[in-house]
Each structure stands twice: as structure tokens, then as C-alpha cells.
């Protein structure tokens, strides 16, 4: 958790009474924001009272950026128009939106890792005193007056870098405090914490709430807008399409209006008519590797979808690295489809038709400056070129195939992936396995870091793969609802040994959850 | 963070192990005669050194402040003489600032087009030098037609002593200039608004705007003074050597950037100190003076150096790596 220590105590989880909550701070009315010509604010109203936790809630690519931004005073509108206090605000810059206390934490948090936490916290206050010579010793005391203020304490003298994300967090809150804040901005504050960090953040957010600043706390994780808003507003390609009190939404409905689509989910049924008489596409006899792994015996036959769950560092990320040669020297066995093989090397399991898509696609998957095609068939060129050269014509036709079987939307395979939403980036390299005839797909986190809608979609394909194709699947995921939802089974790992294993058909999220935090 | 672990510390500590190793080898190494010639060498390259201190703390690299300084240098001589001017103030205000305006051809191109600093650099540092010699000349300036008073700065010693066989040798005042430098900018880094903002724009220039510091200004600034610093070193370089050669400096910009990496400043910005810098150019002074004590082909002074470039900068960036784990 890093080095600070909680001592704040825990006030009432909501103050809406009328006093505190009859006046509203900010008002954007119809407010309007075209990019060369492309609308990304249509109209759009939003109110934010004084104290309230609102949740600013929508996909990507919905707008929430370009609403902030406005907000913060780095974009102006080309329509409508922003009251703050109940007066209409001109022209809104950067330097008024602070001045009237509006304070983004941007999702990297805009901190200088090399500075110390001091520094960092001061900067701030020193900069807008527009003094020219630093004065040290005072520098500490705003650094110590504001995390005072937050109620943590955090070693000042730390360079920031070594903090981790939630201490980096907490610096980026108290320095927004610092500035006499009446509306902080979060944007997706959750993303990297633990569920403990979580929980730490909605303590200090609810806190902040109890001195009278308002919230905005931008997100796409349903579960955690219903657990700490007063007030949801929806929006969805830049326009609102529902707002009200917490109290009237649930997940579903938060779903339908962010993505405009009833999403069902319906348990995965694995087909044993089809596939039961095949032999296994990988079974494992007592793999083990240091204390890493113990004694796994693991079957996966075609067409099913196996999930993994566990807690960081259970050993299931092993399991996935050591089936797809990335931990030789493992002992026990691994046959594919009935035949033992010796998984050495990532090319061993390649030619094993095995496919790895790793939990960070972005670091590790994907080459993110180049073309979606030349990503699909990175894993291919072999197969390409059979002589020297690479047979385009070929390659255009695998790419265009893939493109259209896996839905991604681009109107050319040359557009570049970090152009790309989350989820089209996770079909490219789900694209890019299929390419290479996988058999056996292990998928870490599939879903980490993508929309709802996105996700939904990505769950349907890896169904259908296994449903039609007779695909064999291993999905590791944090997930509990995704891997309830999409698998057929669900083995827990702990300390690097199977600990249970379910059927997904007879249990619940809730099962699994409580058997995970019982897990020590 | 303890003492121990602070570059700076670690790098005094190696210096010193250098040290006794190197007087152990040859003995010679630690006569007064030595120490004075050695902290000699450590004064123009150390100049040079805090200039590129300033622009690697920000994220940047500059290759062309030896361009800079020899483009300053010749043409104030060839001034000096021109005007037969005998002062040595107002030669040394007209070297920074030619390479101060120099430096803003850098900043400007840094700045107004997002560029790399090592491009930029590199073009900027092959313009100045290329119009020198075609437009400026090739002649040196020899003993014969150098500037009396330049000549006269540059030999003021601080202490003199007489060797047994008669002959005199003495510590050179310009070290005091050197550390003067080296104590402004440690004051300019550390206790001024906009040398935090170097420290900032180095630490993440996205940031550095958010919180409201002038990218441009402080960009403008880094260059600037790093030019100045180089115009300053040049003139002050051909005092010390009585000699005004326009070819000069030409492979320097090795020799100073392993100095400040040796001095645990950051390739990737937003790491480094003065202290740090000057003990990393003692360090390359001393081993590249230990090589010729020790009768050693300069060519392979050259392999020594880029040795030393690699190995620092691979500590640094498997230093700077783990702080980011």
C-alpha cells in the first residue's frame, strides 16, 4: 500500500440534505464542441451541486475527455454557455477555471516522479505566488500543511516514482486540495488500485466530500459509480442520454444508456455432444515449477472455456507463461491433444498451436506506432513467405478476412493500432493468434482497461471461437461476473496449486468472490 | 534517502578509489606539480560541463556547444585585435552572449518545432562551425598576435611554486572562475523557480505545462546559458593556451557528455547536480591525464573515453530504470 498510514475517520457515507445540496456550483448548459466538424459535444447539459459526488459515466470515446476539458478551461465550447456560483462564466481559461477552484487529477496524475513529495505538493502554490527564488523550508510547510489536510501521512522526502500508483494518487489529491478546490475531477481514478486502494480512495473521497467540494468522478466501472455517487449522468457520443439520483440506476441500466444495447449475458454451455469424444487440446500432469507452481493438473478439451482465478501472485499468470514455453525447466508433463510435448520456448508452443494474448496487450502485445495489418500478421510472416518475399496479395487477404471476422472497426488495415479504442486493440491480437491456427488460446485479463460494450463484444467472439471452431480457451482474469459469465469451469489457484474447481453453471459471483478474500 | 545512496557520494567514493589505485600504479600522480596541472584541465571542460548539466537535466543533449565555443572564441579574438582592445571584461561579456544567441537558435528550434535536441544540435553545432571557416577563416592566431591582455588573465595563478631545478609551476586562477560558475548554477538550480523547472520539464514537460510553469521561457533559458557558458569557456580556453584556433574543440563534445553522465546525471532528464558534474569531470580529467602519465596512444584515450560513456550511462539508465519499477 505504500508508505502512508489512514488515521481519518470515517464520516456518513452521504450528506444530501437540502441545505448542503440546494446550490449548484457548475452549470453547463447545451453546450456544444465540434472537431472538424465532428461533433463531440452535441448540446450537452450538466449540473454539478456544491458537495455532491457526481459520476460522470460513458464509454470511450463518448466525450467524458472533451467535457472535462471544458470544464478545466482547456477547450472552449463553440456553443452554450457556463455558469459557476450561479453566474455566467465568459470565457473560461485554464487560470479562471483553477481561480474559480476547479482541479482536475488527470489519470497520470501530472506529477514529476523525479521531485520529491514535497516538491511535488508545493510546486503548485509556489508557482501561482509567482516567486522567482524557492524558499525550502516553506515549501515544506505547504507540503506538510497539505497532507495534514488529506488526514494520510506520506514521507515527504520520497522521490515520487517510488511511490506506488496509490500513493501517487493520494499526492495528486492533496495537491489539489492545496489550491482551495471546490470541484476535483476525477478521471478514472480507480483504474490501477487494488480493491483495498479502492476502498482508501472512496474514504478520502467521501471525506473531501464532508468539507463541501464537489466530485466528478469519471469512470466506466459500473460497480463502483453505484457504490460511491450521490448523482449519474450518462453520456453517450457526446450527447446526455440520462442523469438522475444513484439511488434510481443499476447496473444494467447504466449499461443500456452508456452503450445503447441491451447486453445479455447468458452462462456459457460448453458442448460435450460435439467435443466430449476428443481428446484434450492440453493437459498438464503435476506441472510444477519452483513454488511457483505445485502439482497442476490442468485439462482443457475443445471447445471449452476454462477460467483461472486467483490473487496476484497466486501462480495463474505461471501457469500461463510455463503452457506457452516461457518457463522451461518446468517439471511433470504437458501433452497436446494426447501427445506430450516439451514445451521449451515461445516457438515450441507456436508451433503447439498455442496462443498467449499477456494481461498489458499494450507493453507486451502490441507494436502500437504500426498498421493493424502488420500487427495481425506479425506472428505470420513465415508463413507468408515461403521464399524471399512476402506474398502480399495473401497478406492483404488474410488481413482483410481478419478484419471483417473480428469486426474491427477501421475503414482501412493501415490505420495505426494506437489509434485504435481498447477493445479493437484486443481483437487485433486475438486476430493475430487465430492467424497462426491456435488450438489453444490462454487470454490474461482479456478485458482489462476495455468499455463495456467493447467487452461484451470481445466475450461474444471468444464464445463463438469456442463454440463453432471448438476452440479450446484459458482465461485468467480478476474478473469474478467475466469469467462466471464466459467459461464453463472455474479452477481457483493459490500458492501456485489448484485449489477448487467449479463449475460455472452451479456457482455464483458471490461464491467465488468470498472463497477469493477468504484465500491467505 | 541516506547519504550513502546519493550519486553523489558513490561517485566520490569510486574517485577516490581511483585515486589511490592510480597513485599506487605511479607515484607521481600525487605531487603538488600533478594535482595543479591536473585541476588545470578540469577548469574548461568543467564550464562546459555545467551547460550540458542543464540542458540533460532537462531531457535534452547538445553536441554543439564545441561549435559554439570556438565560433565565440575566434571571432572575440579576431575582435580584440581588430579594435586593439586590451581589457578582458568586456571580450569575455561579447563571448557568452554570442554563444548565449547561438543557444537560442537551439531553444528555438527545440521549442517552436518539438524537435530532438541531439538533431538540432547536431545541425546547429555543423552550421556555426561550417560559417567559421568559410566565412570567418581558417588562419590560427598565434602567441605573436594574441590579445596581451587575454594572454595576461590567463596565466594569473593563485599559489606559485619553485621546483628544486628551478623551474616555477603554479595552481591557475581560472579554477576559481570555474568554481564560481559551478556555485551560481548550483544556487540557480537548486533555489530558483525556474531552475525547478528545468528539474520539471525533465521529470515530465506534459506536467511541467499543466502546473503552469512557461515551457518556453524555461526552454529558452536552458539554452541560452548553456551557449554562453560554451562562448565563455572558449575565450577563456584560448587565454589559457595562448592560441586562437579556429579548429579547434573538435571531438569535445564526447569528452564533456561522459563527464556529466560520470556525474550520475540522467540521459532521459531530470536527474543530476552540479557537485555531481564537476566530480565526474575530475574523474575524466584524471583518468584521460593518468593514460598520458602513463604514456598511453591517445588513440586509445578515445576507446577509454567511449568506454567510460557506455559503462556510466548503462549504470544510470539501470539506476533510473529501477526508481521506475
Known amino acids: 500500500m505504500g508508505a502512508f498510514i489512514l488515521f481519518l475517520k470515517l464520516g456518513p457515507l452521504f450528506h444530501v440534505d437540502g441545505l448542503v445540496m440546494s446550490e449548484n456550483f457548475i452549470e453547463l448548459r447545451n453546450v456544444r464542441k465540434e472537431f472538424a466538424g465532428v461533433v463531440a459535444l452535441n448540446d450537452l447539459s450538466l449540473t454539478i ?36 456560483d450561479g453566474n455566467k462564466v465568459e470565457h473560461l481559461s485554464p487560470m479562471a477555471s483553477i481561480e474559480h477552484g476547479v482541479q482536475v487529477i488527470y489519470q497520470d ?109 469519471v469512470s466506466h466501472k459500473m460497480r463502483e459509480m453505484l457504490e460511491i455517487s450521490d448523482h449519474i449522468t450518462v453520456i453517450r457520443n457526446g450527447e446526455k442520454v440520462a442523469d438522475g439520483p444513484t439511488r434510481d440506476f443499476d447496473e444494467a441500466l447504466i449499461t443500456r444508456h452508456m452503450t445503447g444495447l441491451d447486453i445479455i ?92 494474448v499477456p494481461e498489458d496487450r499494450l507493453s507486451e502485445g502490441l507494436f502500437l506506432t504500426q498498421g493493424i495489418d502488420r500487427n495481425i500478421l506479425s506472428t505470420s510472416y513465415e508463413k507468408l513467405a515461403p521464399g524471399l518475399l512476402i506474398d502480399q496479395k495473401k497478406a492483404e487477404d488474410w488481413v482483410d478476412t481478419m478484419i471483417r471476422d473480428m469486426q474491427i472497426a477501421t475503414p482501412t488495415g493501415k490505420k495505426l493500432v494506437k489509434e485504435l479504442s481498447g477493445g479493437n486493440q484486443q481483437r487485433v491480437v486475438i486476430a493475430r493468434w487465430l492467424l497462426t491456427n491456435a488450438k489453444f488460446l490462454i487470454l490474461n485479463g482479456p478485458t482489462v482497461g476495455v468499455d463495456v460494450g467493447s467487452k461484451a463484444e470481445i466475450h461474444r467472439i471468444i464464445r463463438e471461437l469456442a463454440q463453432k471452431e471448438g476452440l479450446a480457451v484459458l482465461m485468467i482474469s480478476d474478473d469474478v461476473p467475466e469469467l462466471v459469465h464466459n467459461c464453463n469451469r472455474i479452477v481457483l489457484m493459490h500458492r501456485g496449486a489448484f485449489v477448487e474447481e467449479m463449475a460455472s453453471a452451479e456457482t455464483s459471483e458471490d461464491q467465488i468472490s468470498d472463497k477469493l478474500k477468504n484465500l491467505t | 534517502m541516506t547519504w550513502f545512496q546519493k550519486s553523489e557520494v558513490v561517485i566520490a567514493g569510486i574517485l577516490v578509489l581511483a585515486m589511490v589505485i592510480i597513485g599506487l600504479v605511479n607515484p607521481a600522480f600525487w605531487s603538488l606539480d600533478n594535482m595543479f596541472s591536473l585541476l588545470r584541465s578540469n577548469v574548461i571542460i568543467g564550464i562546459m560541463a555545467l551547460g550540458v548539466l542543464l540542458v540533460m537535466i532537462s531531457g535534452g543533449i547538445d553536441v554543439s556547444f564545441p561549435a559554439f565555443a570556438v565560433a565565440a572564441m575566434y571571432l572575440t579574438v579576431k575582435g580584440m585585435i ?36 541531439l538533431i538540432v544540435t547536431l545541425g546547429t553545432g555543423s552550421m556555426v562551425r561550417g560559417f567559421l571557416l568559410g566565412v570567418v577563416g581558417t588562419s590560427m592566431i598565434n602567441i605573436n598576435k594574441m590579445p596581451d591582455a587575454l594572454i595576461e588573465f590567463g596565466k594569473s595563478d593563485i599559489v606559485n611554486m619553485v621546483k628544486a631545478d628551478g623551474s616555477t609551476y603554479g595552481l591557475t586562477a581560472m579554477i576559481l572562475v570555474y568554481v564560481g560558475l559551478a556555485i551560481a548554477l548550483h544556487l540557480v538550480l537548486r533555489h530558483t523557480m525556474i531552475g525547478r523547472g528545468v528539474y520539471a520539464l525533465g521529470g515530465d514537460p506534459e506536467a511541467a505545462s499543466r502546473v503552469g510553469f512557461n515551457i518556453r521561457k524555461i526552454t529558452f533559458f536552458i539554452y541560452c546559458v548553456a551557449g554562453a557558458l560554451a562562448g565563455f569557456a572558449g575565450l577563456l580556453h584560448s587565454g589559457m593556451i595562448w592560441l586562437a584556433n579556429p579548429r579547434d574543440f573538435v571531438g569535445l563534445e564526447l569528452d564533456v557528455i561522459a563527464a556529466v553522465v560520470l556525474g550520475g546525471a540522467s540521459i532521459f532528464g531530470g536527474r543530476g547536480s552540479v557537485l555531481g558534474t564537476m566530480l565526474g569531470v575530475f574523474m575524466l580529467v584524471m583518468v584521460k591525464n593518468s593514460l598520458i602519465i602513463m604514456k598511453i596512444d591517445t588513440t586509445w584515450q578515445r576507446v577509454v573515453v567511449g568506454v567510460i560513456i557506455v559503462i556510466a550511462t548503462a549504470i544510470t539508465a539501470w539506476r533510473d530504470r529501477r526508481a521506475n519499477a
Not at chain 1, 466525450?63 to 459557476?84: C, H, N
Not at chain 1, 515544506?140 to 520520497?158: Q, W
Request: with cysteine; proline share 3%.
Open chain 1, 49 to 84: 451541486r456544491k458537495g455532491e459526488i457526481h459520476c460522470l459515466a460513458g464509454e470511450n470515446g463518448s466525450g467524458k475527455s472533451t467535457l472535462i476539458k471544458v470544464m478545466s478551461g482547456v477547450y472552449q465550447p463553440d456553443g452554450g454557455e457556463i455558469s459557476i
Open chain 1, 109 to 217: 496524475f501530472s506529477l514529476f516522479g523525479n521531485l520529491t513529495v514535497a516538491e511535488n505538493l508545493a510546486m503548485n502554490v509556489q508557482l501561482r505566488e509567482q516567486r522567482h527564488i524557492l524558499n525550502w523550508r516553506r515549501m515544506r510547510e505547504i507540503a506538510k500543511e497539505a497532507v495534514s489536510r488529506l488526514g494520510v501521512e506520506l514521507d515527504l522526502d520520497t522521490d515520487v516514482e517510488k511511490l506506488s500508483t496509490a500513493g501517487k494518487q493520494l499526492v495528486a489529491i492533496a495537491r489539489a486540495l492545496m489550491s482551495d478546490a471546490r470541484l476535483i475531477i476525477m478521471d478514472e481514478p480507480t483504474t490501477a488500485l487494488t480493491g483495498k486502494e479502492i476502498e482508501t480512495l472512496f474514504r478520502i473521497v467521501r471525506d473531501i466530500q464532508s468539507r463541501g467540494i464537489a466530485i466528478l468522478f
Open chain 1, 265 to 356: 449475458s447468458e452462462p456459457y454451455v460448453w458442448d460435450q455432444a460435439q467435443y466430449g469424444s476428443q481428446p484434450a487440446r492440453v493437459e498438464t500432469q503435476n506441472l510444477s515449477f519452483g513454488s511457483d507452481l505445485d502439482n497442476i493438473n490442468l485439462s482443457v478439451r475443445p471447445g471449452e472455456i476454462v477460467g483461472v482465478s486467483g490473487l496476484l501472485g497466486s501462480g495463474r499468470t505461471e501457469l500461463a507463461l510455463a503452457l506457452f514455453g516461457m518457463m522451461p525447466g518446468y517439471s511433470g508433463s504437458i501433452a497436446i491433444s494426447g501427445q506430450e510435448t516439451k514445451l521449451a520456448t515461445p516457438q515450441d508452443a507456436i508451433h503447439a498451436g498455442i496462443a498467449y
Open chain 2, 82 to 117: 581588430y579594435f586593439n582592445y586590451d581589457g578582458v571584461l568586456l571580450p569575455f561579456v561579447a563571448a557568452a552572449t554570442m554563444g548565449a544567441l547561438f543557444g537560442c537558435l537551439n531553444a528555438f528550434f527545440v521549442y517552436k518545432f518539438r524537435m530532438i535536441p
